[in-house]
């Protein structure tokens, strides 16, 4: 991954071991992020963003699940679906990903940690920790959610099959202005014609 400047890179360095660590508990979520990382720079890429949003973008990519770390693995690693009681504490992860983060105290990581917390929020106020809406919420926090809903459907997963790129993209244009940035949405469809991440077709 290349970043752009010494803050960046500093943070990326002393972070790069809760990588390894996530990848030893739960490796599919691992390679979940890389592939989140690649599609949201490639998002990134496309808008206007200053040198330091996109190194944060690309840091919180590569960590955007790193709060898994911090859930049970009867929960984490459960075949099957959540009970309420279950949902609750998964979705206690951006919040531990925010404060693990955060706690290296590097400058730029506090930008980083709070895109981590965000991005789960939805466009329309429904998501969570916080519930906030449209520009409430970070544009980098919306490209990795964009990024990371398509991922999470490309890929077959213990409680899902993977769906064909057709059927993802039907999904996410349901979801666009609820769960997605309309604006980034119409970006994203341009974007993932020509990405190495696309799924197959049919």
Not at 64 to 82: C, T
Not at 93 to 107: C, D, M, N, Y
Request: proline residues 2%; contains cysteine.
């Amino acid at each position: 991954m290349y970043l752009e400047n010494h803050i960046s890179r500093t943070l990326f360095k002393y972070t790069k071991a809760l990588s390894v660590a996530l990848g030893y508990r739960d490796h599919l979520t691992q390679l979940h992020s890389e592939r989140v990382l690649g599609l949201s720079a490639e998002i990134g890429g496309r808008c206007e963003l200053s040198e330091i949003e996109f190194d944060c973008l690309k840091i919180a990519a590569s960590f955007h699940d790193i709060g898994k770390i911090g859930i049970p693995d009867h929960i984490l690693l459960k075949p099957d679906s959540f009970e309420d009681s279950e949902w609750e504490v998964m979705k206690q992860h951006p919040i531990i990903g925010e404060k693990i983060i955060a706690s290296t105290e590097l400058e730029g990581s506090r930008q980083s940690a709070m895109i981590i917390r965000h991005h789960h929020e939805k466009y329309d106020g429904s998501g969570y920790p916080d519930e906030l809406a449209k520009e409430d919420i970070s544009i980098c926090s919306r490209i990795i959610s964009i990024a990371d809903a398509y991922d999470a459907m490309a890929v077959t997963r213990t409680y899902h099959h993977a769906r064909k790129h057709r059927e993802i993209m039907e999904i996410l244009q349901a979801e666009t202005g609820k769960n997605f940035d309309p604006d980034l949405m119409h970006l994203f469809t341009e974007v993932i014609e020509s990405s190495k991440y696309k799924t197959e077709e049919d």
